[in-house]
């Protein structure tokens, strides 16, 4: 399984960003898909998951800010990322669990000045 993940840069507070992963490989049974994120000195964090049911979760810093969304045609999860602000600042993360097993992409950079 491998996750390519894109749309990240650097933006300006209260501008918005698109994160997009896709996903191939053996993804056939996908239970999840989901964004984390890791600033500078801190530990990772979960951002947002979508289960294949569709049932979301967010965490409280980015509820109503951000969107998590799949197309699974294409076997892509996105992150709708609204409202930044410079605490959002961080690696992001794109993550799914295939058959329990999970597998993490490389990555993308997100920037937001004040």
């Known amino acids: 399984v491998q996750l390519q993940a894109s749309g990240g840069g650097l933006v300006q507070a209260g501008g918005s960003l698109r994160l997009s992963c896709a996903v191939s490989?053996?993804?056939?049974?996908?239970?999840?898909m989901g964004w984390h994120r890791q600033a500078p000195g801190r530990q990772r964090e979960l951002v947002a998951i979508?289960?294949?049911?569709?049932?979301?979760n967010y965490d409280d810093h980015v509820k109503g800010r951000f969107t998590i969304s799949r197309d699974n045609a294409k076997n892509t999860v996105y992150l709708q990322m609204s409202s930044l602000k410079p605490e959002d600042t961080a690696v992001y993360y794109c993550?799914?669990?295939?058959?329990?097993?999970?597998?993490w992409g490389q990555g993308t950079e997100v920037t937001v000045s004040s």
């Open positions: 979508i289960t294949a049911g569709g049932s979301l």
């Open positions: 993550m799914v669990l295939v058959n329990l097993e999970a597998y």
């Open positions: 490989g053996n993804s056939h049974s996908i239970n999840l």
